[in-house]
């Protein structure tokens, strides 16, 4: 007999293991105490998450599978999916022989929980295997995404010419990528799923698991099984792809989602494949390349083949010291609006309250505007992980660490980025149109209108000279400060403390 354990995050019914019907197999699926309980989640993630379980567990029945689901309210639970495990072995095998057999964890602290307690098998998922990264940049310093991702395409295949180069003769049209917004743009309506999560609501608060964030409105949009995610594929390709590189880097009034195709969570969960998505997203270009245009379908390619295998990668290559790492030692508490967003700087009122509100925001707010002014005020890279990975839909930790710490903080020295994701305001108001409606001035730099971003950006700037003066991305930064005059410097860096003694007020 084989008890086979599925993961929160593996719901994915073309895996191998249940083409066949087998009397010998059962299927476990836990809700576990301990999972829901190792960091607080946004309300709207746990219930995306046990509601998918929920399903999951339902289509395996209805397929003909043995299943055993334990919800949190099931007498025999022992809190831990480990616990569980071994519970249910015990239960199932009086008498008989029992297997055990789980899917390779993306978690590093899940594999560590169940090492040795049976055997791991491929979760069919990933295009490249734990390791490649690691090989790929075996002996050098750095690990450049752009040359990992060129092999990735050529390795796969994909948006190359007959002649196996480029298809547009480049393999980056990130430059065709970058308009800012236009309110006038129409943006397609959002796709929706229904469910009804009250009953799994009722036993979160049962079982008094904490969680923050918004509750519901009233439906639920998120998909909670294949189809519904194959349906919000389709609805991205139809109406999302054509605009996506243009708005990719947007930044809009009123819109959570612009030309952003919210998979992250089907992705996340397995229930889509990224090699689907990738096939999807380039036949619709071979098939209709006006409609779709090139730079739009490479730059949303090159997030899946590129980024998220890469930071995957990551992940793998440097755990477990990676959670560790604090390059600027930076140990500032996050301020008490990044739980609330009130906050009077517009565009962090809107990253974070429509966090808070849709568990939900695309990479440029995580990224430009929450990651931007973490670090320019020197927010402790733990605290901060920990509010990205409870409060998005799509948060877990591997890609979520290798984003928060790497990418955004650069509190790994260099290993994902060459230099720091930082901006004054300026940036922020080119791409959008939140300066507009902000109590502070974006072109103001010191008094008490002053755009917070400005004089933080030089102070981010001058205090970590020491670590960052060598890196030859930033050097300009330094020949521009040391151009300034004196007291105008002394003002900004004044300012900016002034700012960082007042944080819970701006
Ligand atoms: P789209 O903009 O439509 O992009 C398509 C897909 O590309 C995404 O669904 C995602 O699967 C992939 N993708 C895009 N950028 C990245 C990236 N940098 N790394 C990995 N995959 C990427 N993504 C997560 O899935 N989980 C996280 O916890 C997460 N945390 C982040 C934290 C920070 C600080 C930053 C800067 C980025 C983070 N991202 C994370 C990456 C990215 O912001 C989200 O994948 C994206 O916003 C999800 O929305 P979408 O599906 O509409 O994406
Ligand atoms: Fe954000 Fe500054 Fe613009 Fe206000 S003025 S929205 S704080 S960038």
Known sequence: MILRLILGDQLNPLHSWFREVREDV????????????????????????????????????????????????????????????????????????????????????????????GTCVPSEHF??????????????????????????????????????????????????????????????????????????DARLDRHEIPRWGDALADDFPWPCDRSESLALLNHFIQFGLPLFGRYQDALAEGQDFLFHSRISFALNTKMLHPREVIEAAETAWRHDPETYPLPAVEGFIRQILGWREYVRGIYWAQ???????NYFNHQRPLPDWMYTGKTQMRCMQVAVGQSLRAAYAHHIQRLMVVGNFALLAGFDPRELDAWYLGIYIDALEWVEMPNTRGMSQYADGGIVGTNPYVSSGAYIH?????????????????????????ALYWHFYARNRPLLERNPRVGMVYRTWDKMKPDHREALLEHAEFNLLNINKL
Request: glycine letters at 8%; a negative charge; hydrophobic letters at 35%.
């Open 319 to 325: 755990m477990p010291e990676y959670a560790e790492l």
């Open 127 to 200: 295009l490249t295997e734990r390791g490649t990264l690691a090989t790929h940049f075996a002996g050098k310093k750095t690990y450049l995404m752009e040359s990992f991702y060129r092999a990735m395409r050529v390795r796969h295949g994909v948006l190359l010419d007959a002649s196996g180069q480029p298809e547009g003769g480049t393999w980056n049209f990130d430059s065709d990528n970058r308009a800012s917004w236009d309110p006038k743009q129409h943006v397609p309506a959002e796709w929706r799923a229904h469910h009804d999560v009250r009953e799994i």
């Open 430 to 454: 080119k791409q959008g149109n939140h300066c507009a409606n902000c109590a502070y001035s974006v072109t103001e730099k010191v008094g008490a209108r002053a755009c917070p971003f400005n």
């Open 26 to 117: 059962v299927y476990a699926l836990f809700e576990s105490g301990e999972e829901l309980r190792y960091a607080p989640h946004h309300r709207q993630k746990m219930l995306a998450f046990l509601h998918g379980i929920q399903q999951f567990a339902h289509h395996l029945r209805q397929s003909g599978h043995r299943v055993e689901y334990w919800t949190l309210d099931d007498p025999r639970q022992q809190g831990s999916l480990r616990a569980n495990l071994e519970a249910l072995k015990h239960e199932l095998s009086s008498g008989t022989d029992l297997e055990i057999e789980y899917q390779e964890p993306d978690e590093y602290r899940v594999d560590q929980a169940l090492q040795g307690i």
